[in-house]
Structure formats: C-alpha cells, structure tokens
C-alpha cells in the first residue's frame, strides 16, 4: 500500500530542545517537501529536495534543518533557533519537481511546553 | 507577497447546489494549478488540477477553469454534497519549482 507516513503525529518541544519530524515514503518519487500551517494560514514551504543528497531552502527555512539519505526518507529538524515552531507540519512528495502534482502525508502537530 | 490568494475564507452552500470557490494569481510564470481539499488535523488530499494550455479540466463532479488573461482560476463542484464540506486550497507552479499555496477556502455544506 504506497504512500507518505509522517511520525509522531504529534511532537512537544520544550525551550532550546531540537526535535526531528520523520518522514518517510514508498512511492518511488523523487521529489520531497516540507510545509507549514498555521491557523488562517495556507502552506508555506520550509525546505525541498529534487534528488538524493540534495536540498534546497524554501520560503520560511530559517531555524529548520533538514537532510535526504535516502530517497524514501526526509526527516526535518526543528532547531532551538525556531523561535515560534508550534505549526502543522505536512510533508509531500512528487515524482519530479516540475508539473507535477504532490502528495501529501497526515501531518505532525507541533507543540512547546 | 502572496502570489496565489482565495479571497473568500469561507463559503456555505445548499446540499444539491453549485459550488464556486475561486483563485486569483499574480506570478504569470505559473503554468500548472491544482486544488487539495483538506480535513482538519489531516494533510492535504490531491483533488483536480489544470495545466496552461487548457482552460478547463473536468473530473466527475468536479471541473476546474483557467482565465490565464485575468490570472484568475475556480473550482466548481456540482452537485455539492455535505462530505464536500472542508478546506479547499488552491496551488500553483511553473516549471522547475514547488508549490505556491493560497489560505484556503473553508466551504460548508447544509442539508
């Protein structure tokens, strides 16, 4: 059963701590996202890859890191420099970059104690 | 600056009737759009998309429609169903790169 699984659904984050959203796909795609919602707001992208050991920053990459191993795999770190990290996080996936329609996984629910 | 912005935040129409969500663009590179439909606490679900060259797209209830030259997309939906009620996000891109979102729609259905 292909698709996009995101893990934990939901994640706390104490101050100055880093944590890691997994993501994790079995699509064959090529292409990965990360985007962030915020009440209100649409989705604004935090980082992408088009390929294996590539990455690029999106919109709002500022205190978020993130790395592509493997193809199937693109984990996100939040890092202590985010200073405002409770969001919706969703990450995505497509078969290339170019025109091509994205999928995407549940969704991981950020919060700070 | 948002490039891709939805207007209306919210929409309610009548279980049977049409619904209308619409689009508007200022990036005159995007050439591919799309509309997600999104439940609360869950990701985005793929809906309908549209490429520049054509200006409609038809799927079952759904059918979207592209005026390049007003930069304006929309999405109907007839007829409307009360499981239709969600988010409605639409998205552009132009080759080469990811998504632009706009803030949705938030579309409720009555019986």
């Known amino acids: 059963d292909g698709g996009i699984t995101q893990s934990p659904k939901y994640l706390f984050r104490k101050e100055g701590q880093n944590v890691t959203l997994s993501c994790e796909q079995n699509?064959?795609?090529?292409?990965m996202y990360w985007y962030r919602q915020d009440p209100g707001q649409g989705l604004r992208l935090i980082y992408y890859?088009?390929?294996?050991?590539?990455?690029q920053k999106g919109d709002i990459a500022e205190g978020y890191s993130v790395s592509r191993e493997k193809k199937e795999s693109f984990p996100l770190t939040v890092t202590s420099a985010q200073k405002n990290p409770t969001a919706f996080y969703l990450c995505a996936s497509s078969p290339g970059l170019a025109e091509e329609t994205q999928y995407f996984g549940p969704g991981t629910r950020l919060l700070v104690l | 600056d948002q490039q891709v912005k939805q207007n209306s935040p919210s929409l309610s129409v009548q279980e049977g009737r049409i619904s209308i969500l619409n689009c508007d663009y200022t990036?005159?590179?995007?050439?591919?759009f799309l509309w997600y439909k999104k439940y609360p606490a869950e990701g985005p679900t793929f809906l309908i998309s549209i490429s520049s060259i054509k200006d409609k797209n038809e799927d079952g209830r759904f059918t979207v429609f592209l005026n390049k030259s007003a930069k304006h997309l929309s999405l109907h939906i007839v007829p409307s169903q009360p499981g239709d009620s969600a988010v409605y996000f639409c998205?552009?891109?132009?080759?080469?790169?990811?998504?632009?979102f706009g803030k949705g729609t938030s579309l409720l259905v009555t019986p």
């Open positions: 699509l064959n795609h090529d292409a």
């Open positions: 990036n005159s590179m995007f050439d591919y």
């Open positions: 998205a552009a891109s132009s080759s080469g790169y990811a998504l632009n």
């Open positions: 890859s088009q390929i294996v050991n590539d990455f």
